[in-house]
């Protein structure tokens, strides 16, 4: 019990307050807790392979084989994953209206799985596999198993935005939105290091909402915190959760 506790209680409190709205901004911390490999610290996945070769649109046109590889092993591994307390916190505190939107870097749909709903994707998601010509949709087994377009022939493709490719307009509009219309922001493992990520706390921050970064390493928006931790985000949320109580 010191300043931490007390910081935290502020925290608790705009979040409950009325009308408040909180976003939540989740990177591949979140899901390391279900299993699942963090992109850029030491012992990520990016430490094994080099993403700037695999999950990009110039290895999807050009070397197929490999990009298809590095997906569809990714695929399986997020088959696999379930969501964690984080992810199940997160949806109750939405049911309860404590929680008014995720926006998140990850593709392994794990929200939406705890029961989240509201939920903008700005990397896009596995479930949403396309033609890579003509864009008609197809199913994850299907590009697992190398099938073509069952429309024009073409090649599949995850519905995933690649290194090359621009975010999808319509989760970064809500997203920015929802970061100007934050009462609170709580970035949840991410390292914010890649724009926009990194520009949407501040945005947050700049309006006047309470600032909140829970990520192991440190990031370049702690300075702005108004509560920073990098204790387990598990742990972190049942802490807060038992401030704000029933
Ligand atoms: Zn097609």
Request: proline share 4%; net charge negative; with cysteine.
């Amino acid at each position: 019990m010191g300043a931490d506790r007390e910081r935290l209680k502020v925290l608790a409190e705009r979040m409950s307050a009325p009308g408040a709205k909180t976003a939540v901004f989740t990177g591949a911390g979140m899901s390391t807790e279900s299993g699942l490999s963090d992109f850029r610290s030491k012992d990520g996945l990016w430490g094994k392979l080099d993403p700037m070769e695999l999950a990009t649109a110039t290895a999807m046109r050009h070397n197929y084989g490999e990009f298809h590889k590095f997906y569809s092993n990714r695929f399986v591994q997020m088959e696999q994953a379930l969501p964690n307390d984080g992810h199940r916190i997160l949806a109750d505190w939405e049911s309860r209206g404590l929680v008014s939107c995720i926006i998140t870097q990850n593709i392994d749909g794990l929200h939406a799985a705890a029961g989240s709903s509201v939920i903008y994707e700005l990397h896009g998601s596995v479930g949403r596999v396309r033609c890579m010509d003509c864009g008609n949709p197809a199913t994850r087994a299907d590009f697992i198993d190398l099938k073509p377009c069952k429309s024009c022939g073409g090649r599949l493709r995850p519905g995933v935005v690649l290194f090359e490719e621009g975010l999808p307009s319509d989760a970064l509009d809500s997203s920015w939105s929802a970061s100007e219309e934050a009462a609170v922001f709580i970035v949840l493992g991410s390292s914010l290091q890649v724009s926009p990520a990194n520009q949407m706390p501040a945005i947050a921050k700049r309006a006047g909402a309470f600032l909140a970064i829970c990520n192991r390493d440190v990031t370049p928006l702690d300075g702005m915190a108004d509560y920073r931790t990098n204790e387990g985000i598990g742990e972190f949320l049942k802490e807060l959760d038992s401030v704000i109580g029933d």
